[in-house]
């Protein structure tokens, strides 16, 4: 077993904390007149999504590697 595997099960349940917030704001948007702090919102959840999953492809390859 590798040592990685704690650091990876906590990015993983990083990754679904943060999927599950994106969907439950997307549920929130309004269809018109989107408010400016709910885009700033979602691109901040978007980029912390992109960055734990660029975390989790680094360890699943340097497990490879």
């Keep these: 077993m590798s040592n990685s595997q704690p650091v990876h099960s906590q ?10 917030k994106i969907r ?9 007149s989107i408010p ?3 885009v700033l919102e979602l691109d901040e959840l978007d980029e912390q ?3 734990a999953q660029q975390r989790l492809e680094e360890i699943e390859s ?3 590697g």
Excluded: V, Y
């Design 36 to 38: 400016a702090a709910l």
């Design 11 to 20: 990015i993983t349940t990083e990754i679904e904390a943060l999927e599950k």
């Design 62 to 64: 340097s497990e490879t």
């Design 49 to 51: 999504l992109s960055n």
């Design 24 to 32: 439950a704001l997307k549920e929130r948007l309004p269809a018109h």
